[in-house]
């Protein structure tokens, strides 16, 4: 399973973490979870996470502010942001290069899943 | 440089679920509760309380000690003139006659506009004893014009029919008799007033029937004067000098001026109270100067001195009146900008209840749909995954628990007894909240500190909202300490009685401090720098502590940490406003 595209999950809520992580499992990809942004920066995972997907607001470093320190720190992953209160604002704020997706809570499996696709490019489809 | 103490966490701690969540039921108990609780009550015993109703009126506020000194020194001054003047009450003062129109007029103005005060007052009030009152003044207004008309030689020159010798006198001897009469009729009718209080008739008509009576009256009474000089008791026996009859009338005067002072100054209770005795004496001194210390002469220095210092007292009285009543308009004025700010808080507070239910619901059926969606695909594969759709539904279990738990907190928060209002223990409501926190500070290591002052008064106010700010706040100090390794981690509970009479609790944390720029925001709603909470915590724990008229800010701690702290009226408080705004 090494081969398989790694999607790492930041999410401080750990009801909400579970469930991305079962439906992403569910679509067919592993999965890590972290608790914080700081979690993940000091992960072994971090290297080999293939798409981020990270909760807008989170306490500590934010969804947006992790994928923008990756982004300065020349270790770009691409990114699908989460939120529970979809706004245009930050919406628009957020999608930045490297931004795939903007999804509101409860998920769509089928966006997700063409987010996810998106940022890991064609060629590491996961198997539905 | 993130506080979190800036929410409380709501979620996944039993301790302090719904710690935020429903506190703003406070809002909805001040418009309800008021109604259910008076709905049933008669008409009579709402007329009772009439005068607690309008407690800004002249009528009704009771004089400050300041008034009652400014009214002692009213006096003085004017007993003092008159002992100046005594020695010289009977020197005349000739051709002094064109002075008179000027003072008939001051004193005319001056008593129409006490009038038209007392009837604004009345208008307001309906109390029949202003109204008394009112006339009393408009009578002896309207009569100083027949009086100065017929006056001896004032108005000879504009060639009006010479009045007949008795009619100025028994103008005179009128205003001196009818007015004391109706200051007396207000003194007895006016504690009488909530019985009768209910009168038929719009207060309007009441008003233009009552001025026009007035207007009737005197202008009846100085036709019948001016045209039956013959009938008058004798008063005067020239222009100048009273006659023996005349005796009677300054001393019936003096009679009804004490009797009007002892009667209300047995029933005194309100500033228009303390200024109509003011009034009284003001009159029993001019009477004096008028009538005995100038023997009744006619425009001597005792006779002008009584008329000026009656005059100068009425002015003097009326101007406290006026400036009463623009205090007392600014005092309601603020007091209507208070409410009206309340009301404003209480609508943002509802809006912001129904935002955080939103949220706090939203936030497990958002995952239920999301396990359920994994559960779905885990069972639709063509080798279905039992394990994983097992598992995704004791999630869907686990936060279907959590929503349930939300709602049961909600009905918790509205209950009947959240918004009932008690005798509160503080010391006893931390207690049990730190008792309730006991596994969460083990777990984090947290030293509890309770410093309580066991002689803490009683507060009224709800024994559960105010809990729940107490959770709340203990709540965030836990968590703002959990980042806090290279310290001990210090939780300080303090209740103080102030010198203010109000009440004084703190919560302090060793942890990692406020950042100053969220400092002001923290108490705003939505404000948060948690993804779990919404930034309600803080708000919801200053509405409720605004709501039982209290404070609530928040300080830097020493040498860490934050300190939030709230003060409460306590029962023993005599300016205490908590019960005011639920009652």
């Known amino acids: ?128 | 440089m993130r506080h979190p103490a800036s929410t409380a966490r709501l979620e996944s701690k039993d301790c302090f679920a719904f710690a935020c969540v429903g506190l703003t039921s406070s809002p909805s108990k001040l418009e309800f509760g008021w109604n259910d609780r008076d709905a049933g009550e008669n008409d009579v015993k709402s007329m009772s309380d009439a005068k607690s109703d309008l407690p800004f009126l002249l009528s009704t506020s009771p004089p400050s000690r300041s008034q009652g000194r400014l009214a002692v020194c009213v006096l003085l001054v004017l007993v003092s003139a008159l002992l100046v003047t005594a020695p010289f009450a009977r020197v005349p003062l000739t051709n002094t006659e064109v002075l008179l129109p000027a003072y008939a007029a001051a004193a005319f103005v001056n008593e129409v506009i006490t009038s038209a005060l007392l009837l604004a007052l009345y208008s307001v009030q309906r109390s029949q004893a202003v109204l008394v009152l009112s006339i009393g003044y408009l009578f002896s207004g309207l009569m100083v014009v027949p009086w100065a008309l017929t006056f001896p030689g004032v108005f000879a020159s504009l060639g009006l029919p010479d009045a007949g010798l008795q009619s100025t006198a028994s103008i005179a001897a009128l205003r001196r008799l009818g007015f004391p009469l109706f200051v007396l009729a207000y003194a007895l009718l006016k504690d009488a007033d909530p019985s009768i209080r209910n009168s038929h008739g719009s207060v309007r008509g009441i008003i233009l029937g009552s001025i026009a009576g007035v207007i009737t009256i005197a202008f009846g009474l100085t036709w019948l004067i001016v045209t039956r000089d013959d009938a008058l008791p004798r008063f005067m026996s020239d222009a100048r000098n009273v006659s023996e009859l005349w005796r009677y009338v300054p001393a019936t005067a003096v009679f009804l001026y004490l009797t009007g002072l002892v009667v209300l100054w047995t029933r005194e209770r309100s500033v228009l109270d303390l200024w109509l005795m003011v009034v009284l004496c003001t009159l029993l001194i001019e009477i004096i100067l008028l009538s005995y210390l100038s023997a009744g002469l006619r425009l001597s220095v005792g006779w002008w001195a009584g008329r000026l210092y009656g005059f100068t007292s009425a002015s003097v009285v009326l101007l406290v009146l006026l400036s009463e009543t623009a205090t007392l308009y600014a005092r309601l004025a603020r007091a209507v900008s208070a409410e009206r700010r309340a009301r404003e808080a209480r609508l943002t507070s509802m809006e912001a209840l129904s935002a955080s239910i939103a949220h706090e619901v939203n936030q497990p059926l958002a995952s239920m749909v999301t396990n359920a969606d994994a559960g779905l695909r885990w069972l639709g594969r063509q080798s279905p995954n039992l394990n994983e759709a097992q598992a995704a539904l004791s999630r869907i279990v686990g936060d279907g628990h959590r929503a349930g738990k939300v709602i049961e907190g909600i009905r918790t928060m509205f209950e009947k007894g959240a918004q009932e209002r008690v005798s509160v223990n503080m010391n006893r409501l931390i207690d049990e909240a730190l008792r309730r926190c006991q596994g969460e500070v083990q777990v984090d290591h947290v030293y509890i500190q309770a410093e309580l002052d066991e002689q803490l008064p009683l507060v009224t106010g709800s024994p559960v909202q105010l809990q729940q700010v107490i959770s709340n706040l203990v709540a965030n100090a836990i968590d703002a300490m959990t980042a806090v390794t290279d310290r001990e981690r210090v939780l300080r509970v303090k209740s103080a009685l102030q010198e203010s009479g109000s009440i004084l609790v703190s919560v302090e944390d060793s942890g990692t401090g406020l950042d100053p720029k969220l400092k002001e925001r923290i108490f705003e709603p939505f404000f948060t720098t948690r993804s779990d909470g919404m930034g309600m915590g803080l708000m919801f724990c200053q509405s409720v502590i605004e709501a039982h008229g209290g404070r609530l800010w928040v300080t830097d701690n020493e040498p860490h940490g934050a300190v939030f702290r709230f003060t409460l009226p306590s029962d023993d408080d005599p300016t205490s406003t908590a019960g005011a705004t639920v009652r």
Do not use: W
Request: proline content about 7%; hydrophobic content about 45%; some cysteine.
């Open chain 1, 1 to 128: 399973m090494s081969d398989q595209p790694l999607i790492s999950i930041v999410d401080d809520d750990e009801s909400a973490r579970e469930a991305i992580a079962g439906l992403v499992r569910s679509l067919g990809f592993v999965v890590a979870e972290f608790e914080s942004a700081a979690d993940f920066l000091k992960s072994d995972h971090l290297s080999r996470t293939a798409c981020l997907i990270a909760d807008v607001r989170m306490p500590g470093m934010t969804g947006p502010e992790l994928h923008n320190y990756l982004t300065a720190a020349g270790t770009p992953i691409p990114a699908v942001l989460i939120t529970a209160y979809p706004d245009e604002a930050a919406h628009a704020r957020a999608l930045k290069p490297g931004v795939r997706c903007y999804l509101a809570k409860p998920l769509d499996p089928d966006e997700l899943l063409a987010c996810i696709r998106s940022a890991i490019g064609d060629g590491n489809k996961g198997f539905q």
